[in-house]
Each structure stands twice: as C-alpha cells, then as structure tokens.
C-alpha cells in the first residue's frame, strides 16, 4: 500500500476528463437547436371542450395591438442573458385560431421569428386553422411566405356533434378548406379529429375516421377527449350528470381508428398522431421538440415555455399582456426550475408520448444508462405487455398505446401529486373522469 502512495506522489492532475478530440470552431460552438410556440388566442367561438386561453369575437384593432405586442416579446428574448443563442427548427403558430389573423400579421410574426433568431432554410413553419377561417388569398399567401405545415381542426364531421361542442364550422366549410389548401400548394397537411365527445357513438366516430381518411392528408390526429377545469364539458358532466360514451366504448374508438389508419397505409407518430410516408418525412418536428423535451421558446398569452431547468408561463389575460409589453415589464405567470430528478421522469413520460424513449440518447442527456434508473419499471411494464425493449428502443405496445395515460403515471412520484403547497400553482393534469 505504502508503495502504491509513493508512485503516484509526483503526479497531479489539471483537468477532467484526460480525453479530447481535435474540433472545429463552428461545431463547437454551434447555436443550440430548438422550436417556437407562438399562441394567438382568438377564436369566433369557444368549443364547449377547450381549455385553451381564447377570447371570441375580438375586434381587430385588439387583435393588431396584440400583434405588434407579440412581435415585440420575440425581439426581445435575445436581450434576456440566461439563455444561449439558438438555431430554430421548427415554429408553430397555434390557438385558439391563428387563421382568424389577416395574412399580412401571420407573415410579419413569422419575419419577426427569421429578424430575430436564426431560422433554418428547412425549418417547419406550422399554423391551425379551423376549417370556416380557411381562405384561398390567405393560405396563397402563406405557402409564398414560407409556411409548411397546415393543420385543421376539423374534431368530427358529423354537423350534430359540431353543433354540440359549438365548433364554429360545418361540412361544407370543411370540403372548401380542403380544396382551398390544395390549391395553394400545401402537402403537409394534419386534420384533428377528438374523441369520446358527449353524443358521440363507435359509427359516428368511424365514419369521421374513414372520411378523414378519405381526404388523404399526410397526417391525421385522433386526440382523445381531456376534461378541464372551467369548461363547459366539466360543468356538464361533473354538475349537471351528463355522461361521455362509456370506457369499453372510448377504448374501441381507439383500437378501431389505430386499425383504419394503419390499413390506410399510416404510422405513429405520437401516441395519437399518424403519418403518411408517402406525404410526409414525419408527423410534427415542432411536436418532436415539444414532447422531446427538447428547447422550446414559447411567444404570446398563456405561451410555455421549456428550456433545460427552465420552465415557465405566461399570463392569461390579453389586455394585460399587451399593456406589460408595451410598458417593459415581464409578462411571466409561473415558472419552475426543474430538478435532475425531474429531468429524467420528464424525458422518460413526455418522450413515451412520442411512442418511444432511445437509452443512447438518455445516456448521453444524462450521463446514466436508463437501466440504471428505471430497469425495474421497465421490465414491469414489458412483463404486464405496455413496452417493447430491444436493448435500445424502449417503444409502447398497441396496448401501451391504448393505456398511454396509464403507462406514464408509473413514472409520477408521490410530490407530483400531492395538492399545491402555499405559493405553488397546480398544473397540467386533467380531471379523472370515470364512467
């Protein structure tokens, strides 16, 4: 032992780790990759299921003020010196509903991203849309702007259930918005269609599937219902005994659109999102960064944002918003700072919501195999037949699909649901409806 000493005696050290590799200026000092969400919250009626920050019937000198106000927050994110520089990917415009804007505002937004940060030639420029917002000058000019990715919210093609959750359109207005942003050039389009809404049955459902179908878009969402706080289904069905279709019913929505989709030659792209290879490379590369967790800069009312232990909110009210902008004052709500801990059941929950976790990628995030950390859970969930695991693709199964919810619940710890501390905001999770 005495020898062992005295050999390393005269040895020190000046740094850690001992091994490095010759590199170039540019990729080592490359700006970091990431997406930016931008909300535009007006819409010309409020859906009886959203809980989303909207305001209905705005005029538009309130939606201009918003505007400028929004344009404003961009160019100033550079100024804010915690965050590094970075290269922008993707960009979605969402909502409430950015087609209620004129043309001209979405472009100048969009300028104002491209004036401000670095965009990549190839970054994906994302924008919704209901399908009565939908105009052939409109989405003309959007495609000439740069826009690639259309989405329409078009929830059910059946004209009672549209009726029923106040959806502003019917199914004429759905067949001239399909033909309109055929005609501009669009090919990555998405429709979204949501399920189990009150009224709604197994053939009703099908049948929007089959005819979504029919449209032949490059992708298709089938979104299950989420019940919130303060919207109209949640007085309904929590007060008033209103009833959404049964379990066993919504599970066979589910199984019956996942059967048709994939017959009709589509893939996942998220727990329920799919993709045509055919019309599209992917599903969402925005959606990628958001459930990722991968950086993302979020503009505008009720925006989140999440970079590295950065997460934070910004305020609901719209008349507020443009004031504090206008005045040089913050406009955040909330925020957190992520622990390591956190980190690591963030990746593992929201990735899932993509359909699988990579342990490469997990390792070189973290430093740590996945194994390591969730092995035991890992081979439960396998056991019990939600996971695939190959050694390096932790994937759900067709039932980890189903019973996704269930699946990252496994990963929650007991502080994630306890209730609200004093000074703490509860947030993200849905009520827990059963039949």
């Not at 066993?248 to 994939?262: G, V």
């Not at 009720?302 to 009210?317: C, D, G, P, R």
Request: glycine share 6%; net charge negative.
């Amino acid at each position: 032992m005495n020898i062992q000493k005295d050999k390393y005696i005269r040895r020190n050290i000046h740094t850690y780790p001992f091994n490095y590799t010759y590199t170039d200026f540019e990729g080592f000092f490359r700006k970091e990759d990431a997406s930016i969400y931008i909300h535009i919250p007006f819409c010309s009626t409020k859906c009886h299921f959203c809980d989303y920050t909207v305001m209905v019937n705005s005029k538009e000198d309130l939606r201009e003020a918003y505007v400028q106000a929004l344009i404003r927050e961009i160019e100033t994110f550079p100024s804010n010196p915690v965050f590094p520089k970075f290269r922008i990917e993707a960009i979605y415009f969402g909502g409430g509903t950015p087609g209620l804007l004129t043309a001209e505002q979405l472009i100048r937004i969009l300028q104002a991203c491209r004036d401000t940060f670095e965009v990549a030639p190839d970054a994906e420029i994302a924008v919704e849309f209901d399908p009565r917002s939908v105009e052939q000058d409109k989405t003309n000019a959007l495609f000439d702007a740069g826009f690639t990715r259309f989405s329409i919210g078009i929830q059910s093609f059946d004209e009672a259930i549209l009726k029923e959750t106040n959806r502003p359109h019917n199914r004429h207005d759905i067949d001239q918005a399909v033909t309109a942003i055929r005609n501009s050039g669009f090919t990555h389009v998405n429709v979204d269609l949501i399920y189990p809404l009150i009224g709604l049955t197994p053939e009703i459902w099908e049948d929007s599937v089959k005819r979504a179908i029919d449209l032949e878009m490059a992708c298709i969402t089938v979104y299950p219902l989420e019940v919130w706080e303060n919207t109209a289904y949640h007085n309904w069905i929590m007060k008033k005994g209103q009833k959404l279709p049964l379990i066993e019913e919504e599970k066979a929505m589910a199984l019956r659109a996942f059967e048709l989709l994939e017959d009709a030659g589509y893939v996942t792209g998220s727990t329920s999102g799919y993709f045509h290879p055919a019309r599209a490379e992917n599903y969402c590369r925005f959606l990628d960064y958001y459930w990722r967790t991968w950086p993302m800069i979020g503009f505008g009312v009720s925006s989140k944002s999440a970079i590295h232990q950065f997460m934070y909110t910004n305020i609901t009210n719209v008349r507020q918003y443009i004031d504090r902008i206008n005045a040089d004052e913050p406009v955040l709500d909330f925020s957190t700072h992520l622990s390591k801990e956190q980190e690591i059941r963030r990746v593992m929950i929201r990735g899932l919501k993509v359909g699988d976790v990579y342990k490469s990628d997990f390792r070189s995030r973290f430093g740590v195999s996945m194994d390591l950390v969730y092995g035991e859970l890992l081979r439960a969930l396998q056991d019990e037949g939600y996971l695939t695991d190959d050694g390096e693709q932790v994937r759900l199964t067709r039932k980890g699909q189903l019973y996704s919810n269930a699946v990252w619940e496994r990963f929650y710890v007991e502080e994630d649901l306890a209730p609200a501390k004093t000074g703490e905001v509860k947030f993200g999770l849905s009520e827990l409806i059963l039949d």
